[in-house]
């Protein structure tokens, strides 16, 4: 059963940091992975769409890669804003007709 | 803006009494699922389908139903509910493997 871990579980940086967000997952045999965003109290925005033949998806600052045969995805936000406080969620599909299994997220603080 | 909308916004109900949550998306998306979600928790799928007429059960499903009659519309009914049912529930819907899902706002009940 594929399980999706997201380390840290919590993260405070100051306004313009640099920084990562990891996820790992236990099954390699993925479809493609998503990285969504949360605000309190709402629904999940996406943020990246990788597919599994892809090494990496960028929008504006954000980057996230994929190392499928490790198990592994980081997204990368650059020059942190106290806007881009929120939960950050990955989810992985695996191959065929399965839906999305998600990581317990991340939650970001960025201080001003 | 999201093309996948959930009313109620916010619902109290008391217990034992029966509630429909709906969920209608205009794109026309095959895929439809519900996940619940408590307050800085993970989520857990409940219900998923892959078309009309199709429906399938996730991990929290045994206290709830839904139906799929059109290809916009899959809403999720709890027969009785019970204040371990307070939560957010958030439906989401994908065109098919290779794409992500879109997330509509939530529904967050309170079950008094």
């Known amino acids: 059963k594929q399980e999706v871990t997201q380390i840290p579980a919590a993260l405070s940086v100051p306004e313009g940091e640099n920084l990562v967000l990891n996820c790992s997952f236990t099954d390699s045999a993925i479809y493609n992975l998503q990285w969504f965003r949360q605000d309190p109290g709402k629904g999940l925005t996406s943020l990246l769409l990788i597919q599994s033949s892809q090494r990496e998806q960028t929008s504006g600052r954000l980057n996230a890669s994929l190392d499928k045969s490790s198990g592994r995805s980081t997204l990368y936000i650059a020059a942190s804003q106290p806007g881009d406080s929120a939960t950050y969620l990955c989810?992985?599909?695996?191959?065929?007709?399965?839906?999305?299994?998600f990581g317990k997220g991340t939650r970001l603080s960025v201080i001003a | 803006e999201a093309d996948i909308y959930q009313t109620p916004r916010y619902l109290v109900i008391g217990t034992g009494k029966k509630i429909t949550l709906e969920c209608s998306q205009t794109m026309g998306h095959d895929k439809m699922y519900w996940y619940q979600q408590d307050p800085g928790m993970e989520l857990h799928l409940i219900h998923y389908s892959y078309g009309v007429n199709s429906t399938e059960k996730g991990d929290l499903s045994s206290e709830s139903t839904v139906s799929r009659i059109r290809t916009e519309h899959f809403p999720l009914t709890l027969e009785s509910a019970r204040p371990s049912h307070t939560s957010q529930y958030l439906c989401a819907s994908s065109e098919s493997v290779a794409y992500g899902y879109t997330f509509g706002s939530g529904t967050r009940l309170t079950v008094v």
């Open positions: 989810a992985v599909r695996n191959s065929g007709n399965t839906p999305l299994v």
